[in-house]
């Protein structure tokens, strides 16, 4: 039986395929979408062909079983980071202010928020050092950011001394050690588990052999010269 009709879906739209006698195969010329394809399900578009014969009867296939039909499209703009904390105009009292920000990528999605490598640090430390697993930690970081809110960003300028503990390196070292516990919890039972999750396949792991012991990373993933 003769193949009548093929054709692809992209991003919701339909194409038809030619017939290249040259090659044997069906071809067609597409624009791939214009956003990125980071903020999608399994980081891809899905591409389903479907094959109709000459009698009528229509095959199909997709990305879910053939990696061929992913298609990845790569962003084209840098993203853009957004500073929340000091205000602009805001009046600083000492030489290492703390600065909160955001990473957003070109499609708006959020790359990693700053308050996630608080959160981060707690899950490993909690894991770690308190026998706790991950979905522990995650009940109780609302309590934690509400505490937050209240008792220390209203009062956190008039301390004497400020600094920010945060690494450029942290969010690599913590990677082998979050991801498997934020994977062992249910899909969907903490959205901000996942948004992490997905925001970590951006990030490279650094084994922690490059990380000093007497670095404050070790606080939290163990292996410091210093005692607690």
Known sequence: MAISQVRAQINGTWHTLTYDSASGAYKATVTAPGATSYNQSGGYYNVTVEATNDAGTTATADGSTISGLQLVVKERVAPVITILSPSSGAYVSNSKQPVVFT??????????????????????????????????????????????????????????????????????????????????????????????????????????????????????????????
């Open 103 to 228: 990473v957003v990528d070109e499609d708006g999605g959020v790359v990693f928020q700053h308050a996630w490598l608080r959160l981060c640090r707690r899950i490993v430390r909690d894991y770690k050092f308190r026998g706790s697993g991950a979905d522990f930690t995650l009940k109780m970081w609302p309590n934690v950011r509400r505490g937050e809110k209240l008792y220390i960003s209203p009062y956190k300028e008039n301390a004497d001394l400020m600094f920010d503990s945060s690494l450029a390196c942290e969010f690599s070292v913590l990677k082998p050690y979050v991801v498997p516990l934020l994977k062992d919890l249910p899909a969907g039972k903490y959205p901000e588990a996942d948004s992490i999750l997905k925001a970590y396949e951006r990030i490279e792991p650094l084994d922690e052999k490059y990380v000093p012991a007497d670095s404050l990373i070790r606080e939290f993933i163990g292996g410091s010269t210093f005692s607690y």
